[in-house]
T-cell receptor
Framework: KNEVEQSPQNLTAQEGEFITINCSYS?????LHWLQQHPGGGIVSLFM???GKKKHGRLIATINIQEKHSSLHITASHPRDSAVYIC?????????FGTGTRLKVLA | DGGITQSPKYLFRKEGQNVTLSCEQN?????MYWYRQDPGQGLRLIYY???????QKGDIAEGYSVSREKKESFPLTVTSAQKNPTAFYLC????????????FGQGTRLTVV
């Protein structure tokens, strides 16, 4: 079993829909990260969380430390949100990555 | 602007040749990392360096080598000993402190033919 599990693996949504991507982890962490990878391959850090909730524009990330679970929400989704969203956890020096959720938002 | 620069973006090499991927950062970060990404798998750690002139093997270091002669630079050499080198390679850096945000390069897609 992977130490970081994401669901779903693939997601297709219509423009305007509310989207949720889930991440569960089984190790102790210092922080949880949500990353976005566009088709060209480069990765952008969206959020780093150690507790609670963060919001940036239409993106919201939450974490429940006790349940070892995090969610990434996208409100009013848009085709430009189409990307792979990766959950990662960090402890000491090391990051452990989920396999990603491939999101496609249709116009 | 501060950031991480990987070059080249695409690289083709013949089987049996060594190839070096470049990673440079101007963020004054102490720690730098190399990851490999294969379809359907999470990023896997190849090597990391927490300080100049020191580096450690990650989970899949066999067939790779690195150097850290300068704080800004962490080149990765894919040697002929790497059995399946075709992959997407990502470089990252952070301050090295526990739980800090990582910054990623744009990646290098290596194809060995």
């Amino acid at each position: 079993k992977n130490e970081v599990e994401q669901s779903p693996q693939n997601l297709t949504a219509q423009e305007g829909e509310f989207i949720t991507i889930n991440c569960s982890y089984s190790v102790g962490i210092s922080a949880l990260h949500w990353l976005q990878q566009h088709p060209g391959g480069g990765i952008v850090s969206l959020f780093m969380l150690s507790s609670g909730k963060k919001k940036h524009g239409r993106l919201i990330a939450t974490i429940n430390i006790q349940e070892k679970h995090s969610s990434l929400h996208i409100t009013a989704s848009h085709p430009r949100d189409s990307a792979v969203y990766i959950c990662a956890v960090s402890g000491t020096y090391k990051y452990i990555f989920g396999t990603g959720t491939r999101l496609k938002v249709l116009a | 602007d501060g950031g991480i620069t990987q070059s080249p973006k695409y690289l083709f090499r013949k089987e049996g040749q060594n190839v070096t991927l470049s990673c440079e950062q101007n963020l004054n970060h102490d720690a730098m990392y190399w990851y490999r990404q294969d379809p359907g798998q999470g990023l896997r750690l190849i090597y990391y360096s927490q300080i100049v002139n020191d580096f450690q093997k990650g989970d899949i270091a066999e067939g790779y080598s690195v150097s850290r002669e300068k704080k800004e630079s962490f080149p990765l050499t894919v040697t002929s000993a790497q059995k399946n080198p075709t992959a997407f390679y990502l470089c990252a850096s952070n301050t090295g402190a526990r739980g800090t945000e990582a910054f990623f390069g744009q990646g290098t897609r290596l194809t060995v033919v």
